[in-house]
C-alpha cells in the first residue's frame, strides 16, 4: 500500500500563508486521485481540495475556494497544497489521502473514500 507523508504544517497568524505537501512512496503519476482533508477538534473530517494526476483536474471545496490551490510535482510523486489568506476556522490537522488508479469524484471526497492515508500535519492559525 502507498505510503503517505505530509508536511510543511505549522502556526501562522490570520491573512497568512502555508505550503502543506503530500510526498508518495510511489508512482502517483499514471492517474491517482490525491486529496487533502482536514479535521478540527471536535466537527467531522472533510475534503478540501483533490487532484487526478492523470490530467491535472482539480476539486476545490468552495469553504476554501480562492484561498487554497492543489498541485502536483511529478518528478517527486508530491502534492501540494497552497493556503493563503488563512482564517482561524481553517485551524485543523490536515491530511492527504491517495485513491491509486481512481478518477477523482466529489462523491469520493466528500464521503471520505480513499484507500491510503497519511498521518496528518497540525495548522493552527491564531493571533
Known amino acids: 500500500q502507498v505510503q503517505l507523508v505530509e508536511s510543511g504544517g505549522g502556526s501562522v497568524q490570520p491573512g497568512g500563508s502555508l505550503r502543506l505537501s503530500c510526498a508518495a512512496s510511489?508512482?502517483?503519476?499514471?492517474?491517482?486521485?490525491m486529496g487533502w482533508f482536514r479535521q478540527a477538534p471536535g466537527k467531522e473530517r472533510e475534503g478540501v481540495a483533490a487532484?487526478?494526476?492523470?490530467?491535472?483536474?482539480?476539486y476545490i471545496a468552495n469553504f476554501v475556494k480562492g484561498r487554497f490551490t492543489i498541485s502536483q510535482d511529478n518528478a517527486k510523486n508530491t502534492v501540494y497544497l497552497q493556503m493563503n489568506s488563512l482564517i482561524p476556522e481553517d485551524t485543523a490537522m490536515y491530511y492527504c489521502?491517495?485513491?491509486?488508479?481512481?478518477?477523482?469524484?466529489?462523491?469520493?471526497?466528500?464521503?471520505?473514500?480513499?484507500?491510503?492515508w497519511g498521518q496528518g500535519t497540525q495548522v493552527t492559525v491564531s493571533s
Open positions: 487532484i487526478y494526476t492523470g490530467r491535472g483536474n482539480t
Open positions: 489521502a491517495a485513491n491509486l488508479g481512481s478518477l477523482c469524484s466529489w462523491w469520493a471526497i466528500e464521503h471520505l473514500e480513499f484507500g491510503a
Open positions: 510511489e508512482d502517483i503519476n499514471s492517474g491517482t486521485c
